[in-house]
């Protein structure tokens, strides 16, 4: 599992610069699929800035809920399953998704109003989404944010017992 989590911390980054490449023609299919009108090749340097950084903060705060996990299955590795570390890796890494999703939706409509900046009044969009994909990301973060509170009285719990005995 550890060997995943870094094949898709480097999917995502190689992604993310392949698309930076390719920007232009990425944000033309960005308003096209969203019925806005976007000419990439009217940006400013400010704009093109944003661009980039509206991409990568969703991108780095999934890759460090990525090496968060990355961290939990080394320990899993080493045979330490209950305690608070582990529980700390795993609701770090509930956390950075949610976070990351979050960040996904508001990125998406800081993109909508960038790349479309240059339009005239009238052709310029705010566009908000959240759909089944958002949806489905944020109740998988949400059960391992509760698996990891459940693990943390758990490991309460056991100390307590161990304290009487």
């Given amino acids: ?38 000419v990439p090749g009217d940006f400013s340097a400010v704009q093109w800035g944003l661009v980039c950084a509206l991409v990568a903060v969703p991108l780095v705060v999934l890759c460090y809920g990525l090496y968060r996990l990355f961290s939990l299955f080394q320990l899993f590795a080493r045979s330490v399953y209950f305690t608070a570390s582990t529980v700390s890796h795993l ?25 479309t900046w240059n339009n005239p009044e009238g052709l310029r969009a705010l566009n908000v989404s959240f759909g089944s994909h958002e949806l489905l990301l944020l109740l998988f973060a949400a059960v391992f944010a509760v698996i990891a509170w459940v693990f943390t009285e758990a490991i309460l719990l056991a100390e307590e017992n161990a304290e009487i005995i």
């Fill in 1 to 38: 599992m550890q060997l995943v989590c870094v094949l898709i911390v480097l999917a995502l980054i190689g992604g993310a610069i392949w698309g930076l490449i390719h920007a232009p023609m990425h944000l033309e299919a960005y308003g096209t699929q969203r019925g806005l009108i976007v």
């Fill in 91 to 115: 609701l770090a890494f509930a956390l950075a998704l949610l976070a990351a999703v979050v960040a996904s939706m508001l990125s998406n409509t800081a993109l909508s109003l960038v790349a």
